[in-house]
Structure formats: C-alpha cells, structure tokens
C-alpha cells in the first residue's frame, strides 16, 4: 500500500488534520520530521502520530498518512492545505518566536522557501489524485471538510468532533 501525502506549507493546518483524521476518522498519521510534536509525544497521542522506523519506514499495521511541508517527491495521493499566506506567515513568524524579520519569511528565507513558491510546487489545482481543503474550511465548515475527506479516502466519518484548542494548547 502506498502513502498518502498531507501537505501544507507551515502553519497552514497539517496538525489540525491529522487531529481530524484521528478523531473523526481514526486513522493515525506521521511525519517526514522526526519527534515532529515534541520528544514526549503528549501532543502527538492527541493528534494520532505515529514515529516512523528507523529510515523512515512504517510497520506493518501502520498509518501510510503522511505529513510534509517539502516538495512533492511522487504523484502519491495527496492532501493538500491552504491557508490565507498572510496568516499562515504571521503564524510562522509566532512559531519562531518572533526572531525573524516578517519580511525575511515573506521572502522565503528559512528552510520552506515563500508560500507561493509551496502552492505552485505542488499545484493542488491540476494535480492527480489531490483533494484540496482550506484551513479556513477547517475550521468554519468541519462537516463539509469531513464529508470531502471521506470520499477522498474512501473512509467513514465516525465522529464529527474534535478537541478544542484549548485542549491542544495545554499540552505544549
């Protein structure tokens, strides 16, 4: 069975996802990134991470879900989310506790280039095999974006809720 790429650019939604896809669907998920949410891993239960091997491969009864903000490396089914840039780089900006110049991250000068350069890469529009959700979906119209997801996945929704982020911020 092949993976499943979940693809966003940072801060554009991957962690709450693959918070929806376990709680609502109960398909766990990993990450390219190794120790991805911490090296207690409390966040990841509350997300449904599972560590890859060694190599990054998976066991056998593993998720094949996969989490990346890099490039595409296949034409594997994918996930792709998008989220306003403008609040997805303030939120990057947040996320590296303020000791970049906004204008350096608009400008792409970390490790995931510009969030234009993200989209036009994978092009989510025109790629095969891609279900594009917005972050901003995600989080007004969760049953619409569950109703997609399991089409796309061929899975059935068995909840419709998940946690607050109140419950996700108490364990960072």
Known sequence: MSHIWIASYPRSGNTYLRTILWHCFGLRSASVYPKD???DNSLGRLVGHVELNEGGTFGLNEPRLIKTHNPPQDLNKTIYIVRDGRAAIVSLWHFYKCK???????????????????????????????????????????????????????????????PSREEKRCLR
């Open 100 to 162: 970049h110049l906004i204008k350096d991250l608009i400008d792409g000068q970390h490790r995931f280039s510009t969030w234009t350069r993200h989209i036009e890469v994978w092009d989510p529009w025109l790629r095969p095999n891609t279900l594009l959700l917005r972050y901003e979906d995600m989080v007004s119209d969760l049953q619409n974006v569950l109703d997609s997801i399991s089409v796309f996945l061929n899975a059935p929704v068995q909840s419709s809720s998940v």
């Open 37 to 39: 949410l911490g090296e």
